[in-house]
């Protein structure tokens, strides 16, 4: 695969993985909380971008995913630590 190739699958797996996972930021009930796997208020961080951008940040505690693809495309296209995310 192409550098390209890489970085547009890992974008799309991502978001797609985004949309279908709304199970991590949602519980069917309150009694079906868990903190080791639900998002909770201490997990959403209000920082900032490179542009002064007022950005949030939320961290899902746990993920049910591999991260193979993220993987490979770090492996593969090396992005920069401080630019965009799917670089190739």
Known sequence: MS???VAVFVCLTTAFY???RTGELTT???RSFDPLSHIKPTDVRVDQDCQGNKITN????KLKSTLNALEN???VNAPPH????FAY
């Open 3 to 5: 550098p390209l190739h």
């Open 18 to 20: 985004a949309t279908a």
């Open 28 to 30: 069917k009930t309150l």
């Open 58 to 61: 939320l961290h899902l505690p």
């Open 73 to 75: 495309h770090m492996s």
């Open 82 to 85: 401080d630019g965009p995310l």
